[in-house]
Each structure stands twice: as structure tokens, then as C-alpha cells.
């Protein structure tokens, strides 16, 4: 019963992987991106470490399976949004048909750099 539950969730899992690779390829611009990218890390390996951590229960790789789910998803979101936040600031355009820029006023309050934001060809 516990191989055929890691199955499903390892074969969940992948897909949610392969997903998030396609939308890493398809998607317009690094923000979707990044979204797409995130998503794969935290949903597609959380699946994969949670049905090996299923198939081998307290066992020394279950239990490093175990400890990795909670790392993982902290470290890709923290990671994620670190790197959104930094492209913004950098300059980097959003899609054309973005229609919502929240962050545009927070860095407006702040008085952060906006040159290069106004400057890029995106807007």
C-alpha cells in the first residue's frame, strides 16, 4: 500500500516538475518565470521528497526527506522572491500584458531606484 501512495505521489511530483520546466520555457518574462520555477521547486519536489519519505517511512533516507521538505520550501521562496525583487529593481521589464504592477508603489513610498524601471522598454 505505501509503494503504490509513493507512486502517486513521486509520479504528482514529476509532473508538477515537468510543468514548471515548460512554464519556464513558455511563459514571457522572468517574473512568470520565476513564478513557474517556484512552483516546480516547492510543489513538484515536495511531492518527490514526501512519497520517498512514504516508501522508506523513519528510515535514514525517509528521515533526510523528511528534514528537505521544509528547507526546500522556505529556501525556494525566500530565493524566489529575492531574485523578483532584484530584477524589479534592475530594470528588468514586465510582460506587456502584465495589467498589475503592486510593487511599482512600494518602490515609489520607498524612493528606491525607479530610473531604470521608467528607463526600460518594457514600460
Given at each position: 500500500?505505501?509503494?503504490?501512495?509513493?507512486?502517486?505521489?513521486?509520479?504528482?511530483?514529476?509532473?508538477?516538475?515537468?510543468?514548471?520546466?515548460?512554464?519556464?520555457?513558455?511563459?514571457?518574462?522572468?517574473?512568470?518565470?520565476?513564478?513557474?520555477?517556484?512552483?516546480?521547486?516547492?510543489?513538484?519536489?515536495?511531492?518527490?521528497?514526501?512519497?520517498?519519505?512514504?516508501?522508506?517511512?523513519?528510515?535514514?533516507?525517509?528521515?533526510?526527506?523528511?528534514?528537505?521538505?521544509?528547507?526546500?520550501?522556505?529556501?525556494?521562496?525566500?530565493?524566489?522572491?529575492?531574485?523578483?525583487?532584484?530584477?524589479?529593481?534592475?530594470?528588468?521589464?514586465?510582460?506587456?500584458?502584465?495589467?498589475?504592477?503592486?510593487?511599482?508603489?512600494?518602490?515609489?513610498?520607498?524612493?528606491k531606484v525607479e530610473t531604470n524601471i521608467e528607463k526600460s522598454p518594457g514600460f
Open positions: 500500500m505505501n509503494e503504490n501512495i509513493s507512486l502517486v505521489l513521486i509520479s504528482i511530483g514529476i509532473l508538477f516538475d515537468l510543468l514548471g520546466c515548460i512554464g519556464l520555457l513558455r511563459f514571457p518574462d522572468v517574473y512568470n518565470r520565476l513564478q513557474s520555477a517556484t512552483k516546480c521547486v516547492t510543489l513538484g519536489t515536495w511531492c518527490i521528497l514526501l512519497g520517498v519519505f512514504v516508501r522508506f517511512g523513519f528510515s535514514e533516507i525517509g528521515l533526510k526527506a523528511l528534514i528537505s521538505i521544509p528547507l526546500l520550501f522556505l529556501a525556494s521562496t525566500v530565493a524566489a522572491h529575492s531574485l523578483a525583487r532584484a530584477a524589479y529593481h534592475y530594470g528588468f521589464p514586465m510582460w506587456k500584458g502584465s495589467v498589475v504592477d503592486d510593487y511599482k508603489q512600494q518602490v515609489k513610498k520607498e524612493g
